[in-house]
């Protein structure tokens, strides 16, 4: 008797440019699922996806792809504001939806996105591929297994010397992308130094956002087109209280004078140990430190773990979620807290104030 074949998650990708890319290439190494259309309003980058990926079908309106009914679900990899009204019709539509990170540009669209997750019992999934790295992964794991002692501090940072992505005016225009390097990049470190302290409560948030090199055209990756206007920050710097005594600090940046190229990275301080990861210019190398006292004496250790792979993580994680029935274990509840979070940074950095528990409820 024939074997049954299992049927394989059939995918539409929304917004091709640089991470739609990273899209295809992480569905193209998932054996259960298949990108069968792609949707961008940029007809030579669609007509370049198709080729290079060998996609049957291609539409510049995504409501298109949303009508398919034999699309089971799309990721969402359009410019931040677009996440929100894409993602709410994605759902409305039957579709389970990966959407990039941030969620959203606020906390009332991202309330309303998992909402819509819920009310349809559809995936949400928000791609934070950084949390999915194999260094993030083994650290987990040893916080778990204790090796650090109890965790009462930690420091997250993303630092740009001249990293202002000019490409896509979108991402220095706060109409569109809801901030600057807090937002793109900050998310990110926001969501793993909370992922690696398992998750606490968020009390207090006090910050400084400042914007002094971009308004003047400096720190860009390759030089703004004049009619460029940058109304994001370029430099935010938060300290997060948390629930059990904990603290956080964030630092992210596009452009700053300082020692870091392109770094990003965690610090964890706990009761009978520490560590550190460092990642410089993207390179995987040598990401880890741990820190403890063997015989007494101070030991520095460098674990080498298996590096992963963001992207193809999440794109296999979502999959699996959605093939094996439980896509609703999933409605976005992280980007929402994220959400939260950055919301409650870029109200502190405005009024010049702590931003209380109290505060952060009412913007939920
Ligand atoms: N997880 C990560 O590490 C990571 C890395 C980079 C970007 N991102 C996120 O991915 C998203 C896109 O960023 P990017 O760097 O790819 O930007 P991008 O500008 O390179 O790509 C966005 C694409 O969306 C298309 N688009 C715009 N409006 C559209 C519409 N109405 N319908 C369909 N397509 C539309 C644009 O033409 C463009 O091709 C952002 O939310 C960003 O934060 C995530």
Known sequence: MAKKTKA????????????????????AAVPDAEVVAICDIR?????????EFDIADSYDDYEDVLARKDIDAVSVCTPNYLHAPITIAALQAGKHVLCEKPLTT??????????????AKKALMVAFSHRRRGDVKWL?????????????????????????????AWFIDKSRSGGGPLIDLG?????????????PRVLSVS????????????GFYYPPAHDQKFTVEDLA???????????????????????HNDAFGVSLFGSSGGAELEVSDYSNKDTLRVFTDIGGAPVTMRPAPEIGHGHTTVAREFTELILNGQPTKEVGLDGVRRAQVIEAIYLSALEGREVTVEDLATLL
């Open 187 to 199: 998310v990110h470190m926001l969501d793993m130094s909370l992922y690696l302290l398992g998750d």
């Open 237 to 259: 710097s938060a300290f997060i209280r948390l629930e059990g005594g904990k603290t956080l600090t964030l630092e992210a940046s596009w452009a700053t004078y300082g020692k």
């Open 8 to 27: 394989k998650l059939r995918v539409g990708i929304i917004g091709v440019g640089f991470i739609g890319k990273v899209h295809l290439e992480a569905f």
């Open 43 to 51: 007809p030579e980058r669609l007509e370049e996806m198709a080729a």
């Open 207 to 218: 910050a400084s956002t400042w914007a002094e090199l971009g308004p003047k055209g400096k």
């Open 106 to 119: 606020s906390m009332t669209e991202a309330l309303a996105m998992t909402n819509a997750a819920k009310a």
């Open 140 to 168: 987990k794991q040893a916080v778990g297994d204790g090796m650090f002692g109890g965790l009462y501090y930690a420091k997250a940072m993303w630092w740009r010397r001249s990293g202002i992505p000019a490409w896509g």
